[in-house]
């Protein structure tokens, strides 16, 4: 079964970059057909998908975010990570990678990382 655990900075200060990485072990982030998803929770507020890579190496984005957002992988460490841009405090959330089940990264997610608190402030 895998599992995911993200990492990356708790603190941000507003214009800068949000750089989060999901490690997975016990299974590769290039086996078909999964995807591997970044989603986060405002406080106060519903998740909100932001992005997808698929075992291939595409991408695709929310497309509120896409301006903002990239993802890529590390194939050699069975990384993803999420970088998102300009951040302001609007941008303050729990972070959660999941493998999805689909390529497009929008049905069932399974397993999820327990999540990481970013918060945006000077």
């Known amino acids: 079964q895998a599992q995911l655990q993200e990492s990356g900075p708790g603190l941000v200060k507003p214009s800068q970059t949000l750089s989060l990485t999901c490690t997975v072990s016990?299974?590769?982030?290039?086996?078909?057909?999964?995807?591997w998803t970044w989603i986060r929770q405002p406080p106060g507020k519903g998740l909100e998908w932001m992005g997808v890579?698929?075992?291939?190496?595409?991408?695709y984005y929310n497309p509120s975010l896409k301006s903002r957002t990239s993802i890529s992988r590390d194939t050699s460490k069975n990384q993803f990570s999420l970088q998102l841009s300009s951040v302001t405090p609007e941008d303050t959330a729990f972070y959660y990678c999941?493998?999805?089940?689909?390529?497009?990264?929008?049905?069932?997610?399974?397993?999820w990382g327990q999540g990481t608190q970013v918060t945006v402030s000077l």
């Open positions: 999941a493998r999805a089940e689909d390529y497009y990264g929008i049905g069932n997610l399974d397993p």
């Open positions: 890579i698929a075992y291939d190496g595409s991408t």
């Open positions: 016990g299974g590769s982030i290039t086996a078909s057909y999964y995807a």
